[in-house]
C-alpha cells in the first residue's frame, strides 16, 4: 500500500492544508485510479477528485495509471476503491474473461456512465483503402499495448473479416499513431475517444485522411456478440472533409467502484458527479456529453452499486 500513501501525502500537500489533521477529518481515503498523464481520465479524475473531497467529509485521492485494465488490477487487488475504464474491460473483469480470465473480480460495480468511446478508423486517403476490409495488408495501429483500444481494434478488424496476422501491427498510443501516419509509416489507426476526437481533428486538419464506416454486417455482429456495443453515428461535417455522416460503433467510458463502498458514500458521489456536471462544463468539454439520463444504458450485465442505484431511482432514471 506504499503507492496510496504516497498518493494521499501528494493530495493532502496540494488541495489540503496539513495531511495528519485531514487524515484525522476524512478518515481513510478512497484512491480514485484513472489514466495516462495526456489523456482525458487523468485530468478529468483530478477535478472530481477535488470536488468530491470539498464536497465529501470524505478524502479522495486519484492517481495516475496505465488505464482500464491496470485501473481494474488494483480494484482487485484493493488498492483502489474507484476506477475509470470502459465497460468492455468492467464486463471482461466481472465474468473472469478476457485479461481477467483466472482472476475474475466479482467486487466491481457501476457508478455512472459518462461518455461513448467511438472507434474511428482513421486511414490515410488512398484510392486502395476504402472500406476496413481494405486494410489487409497495410499497417494498422490497434492502440496502446494492453488498453481497451487495442482489444476493440482487434474486435473491430476482425468482424470486417481481417485478422491479426492479415496487417503489420502496431501498439502505440494516439499521440504516437498520428506521428506514424504523419510519416507514412502507417495506413490506418483506431482513434478510440469520444467525439469528437482531438487526435481525428488533428489528422484530418494537418493531413490527407478520412474516417472509414463500418460494414452494416460488422456492425450487427459487434452489437449482437458484444453487449457493451451500440452503434453510433458521427454526424456530418464533425471533422474536416467529412461531407457524410459515418456509422461506427462506442461504448460507454465509466466510473466503477468496488462494491465494498459503503452505500451512503456512494450515493454522495453519485449524486455530487451528477448535480455538478454544469461545474465541470467549464473546464472539461467532453462533461457536455455527461447525460444522468443515460448513465445506466450500456453496462453489459455489470451491477450498479446500491448507492448509484438509490440515486437514479431518486432522479427517475430508474423505476
Known amino acids: 500500500m506504499k503507492r496510496n500513501l504516497f498518493v494521499t501525502v501528494l493530495l493532502c500537500l496540494g488541495?489540503?492544508?496539513?495531511?495528519?489533521?485531514?487524515?484525522?477529518?476524512?478518515?481513510?481515503?478512497l484512491i480514485f485510479t484513472t489514466g495516462t498523464t495526456t489523456g482525458v481520465f487523468y485530468s478529468l479524475g483530478a477535478g472530481l477528485s477535488t470536488l468530491w473531497t470539498k464536497?465529501?467529509?470524505?478524502?479522495?485521492?486519484?492517481?495516475?495509471?496505465?488505464?482500464?485494465?491496470e485501473n481494474?488490477?488494483?480494484m482487485s487487488k484493493g488498492e483502489?476503491?474507484?476506477?475509470?475504464?470502459?465497460?468492455?474491460?468492467?464486463?471482461?473483469?466481472?465474468?473472469?474473461?478476457?485479461?481477467?480470465?483466472?482472476?475474475q473480480y466479482d467486487g466491481v460495480?457501476?457508478?455512472?456512465?459518462?461518455?461513448?468511446?467511438?472507434?474511428?478508423?482513421?486511414?490515410?486517403?488512398?484510392e486502395d483503402i476504402q472500406s476496413i476490409e481494405d486494410l489487409k495488408g497495410k499497417s494498422f495501429v490497434f492502440g496502446a499495448a494492453g488498453s481497451s483500444t487495442e482489444l476493440e481494434s482487434k474486435l473491430v478488424l476482425e468482424a470486417h473479416g481481417v485478422s491479426i496476422d492479415d496487417v503489420n501491427a502496431n501498439y502505440v498510443g494516439f499521440t504516437e499513431a498520428t506521428d506514424l501516419i504523419?510519416?507514412?509509416?502507417?495506413?490506418?489507426?483506431?482513434?478510440?475517444?469520444?467525439?469528437?476526437?482531438?487526435?481525428?481533428?488533428?489528422?484530418?486538419?494537418?493531413?490527407?485522411?478520412?474516417?472509414?464506416s463500418f460494414s452494416p454486417d460488422a456492425i450487427d455482429q459487434l452489437v449482437k456478440d458484444y453487449p457493451w456495443?451500440?452503434?453510433?453515428?458521427?454526424?456530418?461535417?464533425?471533422?474536416?472533409?467529412?461531407?457524410?455522416?459515418?456509422?461506427?460503433?462506442?461504448?460507454?467510458?465509466?466510473?466503477?467502484?468496488?462494491?465494498?463502498?459503503?452505500?451512503?458514500?456512494?450515493y454522495r458521489l453519485t449524486k455530487l458527479l451528477w448535480e455538478n456536471v454544469d461545474e465541470l462544463k467549464k473546464s472539461y468539454s467532453i462533461a457536455n456529453q455527461f447525460d444522468p439520463q443515460k448513465a445506466i444504458e450500456g453496462t453489459a450485465g455489470v451491477p450498479l452499486h446500491p448507492g448509484a442505484e438509490k440515486y437514479y431511482k431518486e432522479i427517475g432514471v430508474l423505476e
Not at 15 to 28: A, D, F, I, P, T
Not at 80 to 103: C, H, P, Q, R, W
Not at 186 to 210: F, H
Open 229 to 266: 456495443n451500440f452503434e453510433y453515428v458521427i454526424e456530418a461535417n464533425t471533422y474536416d472533409k467529412q461531407p457524410e455522416p459515418i456509422t461506427t460503433v462506442g461504448q460507454y467510458s465509466t466510473i466503477v467502484i468496488d462494491e465494498s463502498v459503503s452505500e451512503d458514500a456512494a
Open 182 to 212: 504523419r510519416n507514412g509509416q502507417v495506413d490506418g489507426v483506431n482513434i478510440y475517444s469520444g467525439v469528437p476526437a482531438a487526435a481525428t481533428t488533428e489528422l484530418i486538419s494537418t493531413i490527407d485522411s478520412k474516417v472509414l
Open 109 to 126: 460495480r457501476i457508478l455512472a456512465n459518462l461518455y461513448p468511446n467511438v472507434s474511428h478508423i482513421v486511414v490515410v486517403d488512398d
Open 15 to 29: 488541495l489540503l492544508m496539513g495531511c495528519q489533521s485531514n487524515v484525522e477529518r476524512y478518515g481513510e481515503p
Open 80 to 103: 483502489a476503491n474507484l476506477a475509470f475504464t470502459t465497460v468492455n474491460i468492467a464486463y471482461d473483469a466481472y465474468n473472469g474473461e478476457g485479461s481477467f480470465k483466472g482472476k
Open 72 to 74: 481494474l488490477n488494483l
Open 55 to 69: 464536497e465529501m467529509e470524505q478524502l479522495v485521492a486519484s492517481q495516475a495509471s496505465n488505464g482500464s485494465v
